[in-house]
């Protein structure tokens, strides 16, 4: 066990829909860094957010938003989904940033 | 922006053999590599990293080494078991406000 928590752990919608995956961070990382991960696939960078800032940003669609809360807890924010959107998408979060991350359980998403 | 290629991307070796996995990255300013280990459904999970100040670094049955001149770096593992059967990611960083980028992963699997 990490210590970083994601929920739900699946989550099956509908094409068009909107949903919001959880992640809360191990005690003491302020790091928070999303990334999906499609099936057979590798990682892909989604955004980076630091002590409720958002420090970087990769891949991530318009479609998709995040944030970090006062309590360091981040949420990943997907909308209009498509089928493409399909994946697992994985919270991790560091003390520094980007140095040591610990990975969460992620959240299988499945858009029908 | 930093590229990390990997190979190869599926590797089969018989228990007690050894087994290496190559990286390279394409930014010079890149310091911090890490390894991560995944089983199927699972999270990354940490295995070892190095920094760039360091040449080698080991962990039991595990070693990572890394050359700065040609940008490569390869994880090695000795005495495999079947446990070790999973993909492993590298990556690179820059640390900071910088994203990690992730390599396209290696499928290992160790035969008993």
């Known amino acids: 066990d990490s210590g970083v928590t994601q929920t739900p752990k699946h989550l099956i919608t509908a094409t068009g829909q909107r949903v919001t995956l959880r992640c809360s961070p191990r005690?003491?990382?302020?790091?928070v860094y999303w990334y999906q991960q499609s099936l057979d696939q590798g990682l892909q960078f989604l955004i980076q957010y630091y002590n409720g800032e958002e420090r970087a940003k990769g891949n991530i669609l318009e479609r998709f938003s995040a944030q970090q809360f006062p309590d360091l807890h981040s949420e990943l924010n997907l909308s209009s989904l498509e089928l493409g959107d399909s994946a697992l998408y994985f919270c991790a979060s560091s003390v520094d940033q980007g140095f040591e991350q610990f990975f969460g359980p992620g959240t299988r998403l499945t858009v029908l | 922006g930093e590229n990390v290629e990997q190979h190869p991307s599926t590797l089969s070796v018989q228990e007690g053999d050894s087994a290496v996995i190559k990286c390279t990255y394409s930014?010079?300013?890149?310091?911090?590599f890490p390894w991560y280990k995944q089983e199927l459904g699972k999270r990354p999970q940490l295995i070892i990293d190095?920094?760039?100040?360091?040449g080698e670094k080991k962990d039991q049955r595990i070693a990572v080494t890394l050359n700065k001149t040609a940008k490569h770096f390869s994880l090695h593992i000795t005495e495999t078991q079947p446990e070790d059967s999973a993909v492993y990611f590298c990556?690179?960083?820059?640390?900071?406000?910088?994203?990690?980028?992730f390599g396209t992963g290696t499928k290992l699997q160790v035969i008993p």
């Open positions: 005690s003491g990382d302020l790091s």
């Open positions: 990556a690179a960083s820059k640390g900071g406000y910088q994203k990690v980028t």
């Open positions: 190095i920094r760039s100040n360091v």
């Open positions: 930014d010079s300013a890149s310091n911090y």
